[in-house]
């Protein structure tokens, strides 16, 4: 009888560690895909995609470095500033969010670096690193933040995956940063559709290539 029930144990300690949470599908609409999964702190993990006709990811990378135009595509984002170019795929960036009031806006330094996974596809592996900058008096700084854009050449079409997960900081609720950040990684990949297939941004700036990364603790 020990037996069994130290098998029951086993399997199901097994199974479990097998079967991670799943994800779950937020939103699925013309092209763009949003999932999420929530972690024992209370925050989700969001992963999702939008597929763009007719674009290559040099297209995407010109995107990302034209700062200047970052607000026009990256919900909730005031401003983003390139603060040091360390290689040619590797960057130090500070973003400024905007939140609705009453709860404080959000700051976040991060440390980007592009690499290639194979002849088709390329990633942006992005990680927060808080000490790399003052904190700015009246702004939260986001200090636990890892993610990637992944970019897949299809034939003429681009696939560009994002997943990411962040803790806001601060003493705003987890369901309300949940809710918020959803609905903007939705509105945001329908404006970054918008902005690659128009070409609604400046290739003047000069844009990460593909180096060598280290894996992102």
Excluded at 1 to 16: H, K, V
Excluded at 22 to 44: L, M, P, R
Excluded at 53 to 61: E, H, I, L, V, W
Excluded at 186 to 194: D, F, G, I, S, V
Aim: aromatic share 10%; hydrophobic share 35%; with cysteine.
């Amino acid at each position: 009888m020990r037996f069994c029930l130290w098998m029951g144990l086993a399997w199901l300690s097994i199974s479990t560690w097998a079967n991670p949470i799943e994800w779950q599908t937020y939103k699925q609409q013309d092209d763009i895909t949003v999932s999420y999964k929530k972690h024992e702190t209370g925050i989700i993990e969001i992963n999702a995609s939008v597929l763009v006709k007719n674009a290559k990811a040099s297209d995407f990378m010109a995107l990302l470095s034209d700062t200047d135009n970052a607000a026009n595509w990256l919900e909730n984002v005031k401003s983003v500033t390139l603060m040091e170019r360390l290689s040619p795929s590797e960057t130090l960036v500070y973003t400024h969010f905007n939140s609705p009031w009453p709860v404080s806006d959000r700051d976040l330094v991060s440390y980007s670096c592009y690499h290639a996974l194979d002849e088709h596809k390329t990633e942006l592996q992005i990680k927060s690193q808080p000490y790399a900058k003052a904190e700015v008096a009246g702004l939260v700084r986001i200090k636990d933040l890892t993610a990637y854009w992944r970019l897949e050449q299809q034939q003429s079409n681009l696939l560009v995956s994002h997943q990411a997960y962040a803790d806001p900081s601060g003493s705003i609720p987890h369901w309300l940063s949940n809710k918020v950040s959803l609905k903007s990684v939705y509105k945001t990949l329908q404006a970054l559709r918008e902005q690659l297939t128009n070409n609604q941004f400046s290739r003047a700036n000069t844009r990460s290539i593909p180096g060598t990364c280290q894996p992102l603790n």
